[in-house]
T-cell receptor, first 114, second 115 residues
Framework: AQSVTQLDSQVPVFEEAPVELRCNYS??????LFWYVQYPNQGLQLLLK??????LVKGINGFEAEFNKSQTSFHLRKPSVHISDTAEYFC????????????FGSGTRLSIRP | GAVVSQHPSWVICKSGTSVKIECRSL??????MFWYRQFPKQSLMLMAT?????????EQGVEKDKFLINHASLTLSTLTVTSAHPEDSSFYIC???????????FGSGTQLSVL
């Protein structure tokens, strides 16, 4: 079975500062990895995904993540955050199968201070 | 990107009544849809996997008779909360995966409040 651990429940950052949201996963088989963002009272929106190939993945809104197989990590980064990035961020994992369910981490609340 | 429409976005009902939530994939066919429940400031809890034309697969601890799921077509899945009680109040989110796809596309969620 797969599992996802988001090490930080909350991350406060000043505007225009860099940020890293940490995610570690465990799985005995190859997986796909995702980062989703959730704004208040809304569904989830895909930020980026890792399927295969280059370990550095670029997504929307200036976010990027790096897949590290040896450390089983998929940390999300942004070099300079904005107030509008305030949201809940979820890391997720699924197996190589269209019928496989996606398992979500517990989420990290990113709060941006002016 | 693909669009998943979920309705209603919020609903208030009296205890003992039933509530139906619809989830539609607007521009793609979804063989598989997923229903999640989310409590305030918590992650998404998978309730069930809905497969078109067959019975839904429920996660452990989820009452099948309380949360009825129907996936009648490749673009529509419904979740009916039967005889709702205040403890069923929550944010429910559906998602759909296109055939041969990897990512999930999410509806905007339904906030259910049972009085």
């Amino acid at each position: 079975a797969q599992s996802v651990t988001q090490l930080d429940s909350q991350v406060p950052v000043f505007e225009e500062a860099p940020v890293e949201l940490r995610c570690n996963y465990s799985s005995s088989v190859s997986v796909y990895l995702f980062w989703y963002v959730q704004y208040p009272n809304q569904g989830l929106q895909l930020l980026l995904k890792y399927l295969s190939g280059s370990t550095l993945v670029k997504g929307i809104n200036g976010f990027e993540a790096e897949f590290n197989k040896s450390q089983t990590s998929f940390h999300l980064r942004k070099p300079s955050v904005h107030i509008s990035d305030t949201a809940e961020y979820f890391c997720a994992v699924t197996r190589y199968s269209s019928a496989s369910k996606i398992i979500f981490g517990s989420g990290t609340r990113l709060s941006i201070r002016p | 990107g693909a669009v998943v429409s979920q309705h209603p976005s919020w609903v208030i009902c009296k205890s003992g009544t039933s509530v139906k939530i619809e989830c539609r994939s607007l521009d793609f066919q979804a063989t598989t849809m997923f229903w999640y429940r989310q409590f305030p400031k918590q992650s998404l809890m998978l309730m069930a996997t809905s497969n078109e034309g067959s019975k839904a697969t429920y996660e452990q601890g989820v009452e099948k008779d309380k949360f009825l799921i129907n996936h009648a077509s490749l673009t529509l899945s419904t979740l009916t909360v039967t005889s709702a009680h205040p403890e069923d109040s929550s944010f429910y989110i559906c998602s759909a995966r296109a055939d041969r796809g990897e990512e999930l596309f999410f509806g905007s969620g339904t906030q259910l409040s049972v009085l």
